[in-house]
C-alpha cells in the first residue's frame, strides 16, 4: 500500500472499509456531536451515544446538528453513560470506543474495570497521538501524553509495539523509534537515558521486534537529520523517526500543546492497550481533532 502522510488520507482509507460502529460515552456536548454528526455523514462510522436525550437535543438544536443520523440512547447520568458505552464494546455491539463530554478519570475507570471494562491482561493503558505537522514529511506518532505519568522500562516497551503496530498500518513496514531523553548520552543520573539504551539493546537483541529503536536521542535529533549530521550521530532513527516515546508525561504533554497551539499541527488521539481503540480527547479539543481521533480509531480498529 501507498504511505500515509497526511490525516486527510487516514479519512480516506476508512471510507473504503467496512463501516464500524462508534460507541459514545455521554457525547452531549456541540464538538462530540458535531465530530460524530460528520464521521456519520462521510461514511466512516455508525453510531450508538448513550448520553442524556433532553440534553442531545438541546445542544443539537442551538447547533444545528442532525441527530436523526445516529442513534442516541438515553442514559440518566455520566457514570451510567460510561458503563452502558463501554459494554456496547466489551459485547462487540460496537467497535469504537469514544470520550463525550465526561471526566477522563471516568471514562478510564469505565475502561479499566475489572469485570466489565476492556483492558486484556498482562497489557497496560497508554496513549497514542499521531501528529500532522507542516515542517516533517510524514506522520508523527508520540506517547504519552495523558495517560502514564512516569512509564517505566517495561511500559515504554509496550507503548513501542502499540505505535508500531499503528505506524505499519500506514504503510511503514519497519517504524522507526526514538527514545526521547534531553541529551543522546548515557548519563547514570539521568533514568530516561538509560531507558533509551536498553530499549536500543533490546531492540538489538529481537526482545522489541518489527521496528527500529534507537535511544537516548534528543529531541532534535529524532526529527532533524541536519541535528544528527552536525552532532555526527549516526543512526537509523535519527532525523527520520515515526513514533517517539517520552520520559514522562510532563515531557510529552508539554510537546503535544506546544506543537498544536504554537506550531498548527493537527493530531489525532487514542487510548492504546485495549481490546478495541477508546478515542480520548480532551473536553477543550476542537471538532477537527475529535473528527480526525475518530478516523484513526476507525481506521486501526479490527473487525
Excluded: W
Excluded at 117 to 122: A, E, F, I, Q, R
Excluded at 124 to 145: A, F, G, M, N, W
Excluded at 163 to 192: C, D, H, S, Y
Excluded at 247 to 261: D, V
Amino acid at each position: 500500500m501507498e504511505q500515509i502522510k497526511r490525516l486527510d488520507e487516514i479519512v480516506e482509507a476508512v471510507k473504503s472499509r467496512k463501516k464500524r460502529v462508534l460507541s459514545v460515552a455521554y457525547g452531549q456536548d456541540a464538538h462530540t456531536l458535531q465530530a460524530v454528526e460528520k464521521g456519520v455523514r462521510e461514511g466512516l462510522f455508525n453510531a450508538i451515544n448513550f448520553a442524556s436525550k433532553k440534553e442531545v437535543k438541546r445542544v443539537a438544536s442551538e447547533n444545528g446538528i442532525d441527530i436523526s443520523l445516529f442513534e442516541v440512547v438515553d442514559v440518566p447520568n455520566e457514570k451510567e453513560a460510561i458503563r452502558q458505552a463501554v459494554r456496547a464494546v466489551k459485547e462487540k455491539r460496537t467497535d469504537v470506543l469514544m470520550k463525550g463530554f465526561c471526566q477522563t478519570a471516568n471514562y478510564m475507570r469505565g475502561i479499566l474495570n475489572k469485570e466489565e471494562g476492556l483492558l486484556p491482561s498482562g497489557n497496560i493503558l497508554s496513549h497514542t497521538t499521531v501528529i500532522e505537522i507542516s515542517t516533517y514529511p510524514k506522520l508523527l506518532v508520540v506517547s504519552d501524553v495523558a495517560v502514564i505519568p512516569f512509564p517505566d522500562l517495561k511500559m515504554k516497551a509496550q507503548m513501542i509495539n502499540y505505535n508500531a503496530n499503528i505506524v505499519r498500518k500506514f504503510g511503514i513496514a519497519v517504524p522507526k523509534v526514538a527514545v526521547i531523553a534531553a541529551v543522546e548520552t548515557v548519563n547514570l543520573k539521568m533514568q530516561a537515558t538509560i531507558d533509551g539504551a536498553l530499549l536500543s539493546k533490546m531492540n538489538e537483541r529481537g526482545q522489541i521486534s518489527g521496528c527500529v529503536v534507537d535511544g537516548p536521542l534528543a529531541l532534535d535529533l529524532a526529527v532533524s537529520k541536519e541535528s544528527a549530521l552536525i552532532k555526527k550521530v549516526k543512526s537509523e532513527v535519527a532525523g527520520d523517526a515515526d513514533i517517539l516515546i517520552f520520559p514522562n508525561i510532563e515531557t510529552g504533554n508539554a510537546f503535544y500543546k506546544s506543537i498544536t497551539k504554537l506550531g498548527n499541527a493537527k493530531i489525532a488521539a487514542v487510548v492504546t492497550g485495549a481490546t478495541a481503540p477508546a478515542v480520548l480527547t480532551s473536553r477543550g479539543d476542537s471538532e477537527e481533532s475529535k473528527f480526525y481521533s475518530l478516523a484513526l480509531a476507525a481506521f486501526i480498529s479490527e473487525k
